[in-house]
């Protein structure tokens, strides 16, 4: 009989940068997806395992649903590696990357990070994602910080 029950959350802060250094900041929750718990628990029996290295935007409007396995629409020149990985705090995982003025420039409504990725676009796993409404253009940066908790 299981006495203890854990749950990953994960929240997505977004923030936009504009030339004149005004910021734009939105916050989401998203769905951690079954090939993304899966990944954790095959850590905790020491099975080899991938940890989120990557991210992508997209333009799918479909919720997200815990049997995803790719965003709906990717959009593969938003395909970026996660550039900073710590621990937040004694629970939580952060993944932080930033997309310069010239990169990412368009309207997006979703956004996925995967595991075990490579520089090919739409490599490795969907660990979680969600639904957003980001609209960037080259006068912006696009900052985006990942936290996964475990409760």
Known sequence: ????ALALTGAITITLRHEDG???VQEYRNLIVNAGRASITNGLIGSTTA???YLELGTGTTAAAATDTALGTPVTSTWKGIAAKTLYSTYIASFDTTYV???????YSEIGIFAGATATAN?????ARALVAITKTS???LTVNWRIQVA
């Open 139 to 141: 006068s912006m940066t």
């Open 22 to 24: 005004t910021e734009e």
């Open 1 to 4: 009989m299981m006495e203890d």
């Open 51 to 53: 940890y989120p290295n």
């Open 123 to 127: 490599s490795g796993t969907l660990f």
């Open 101 to 107: 003025t010239s990169e990412a420039n368009g309207t």
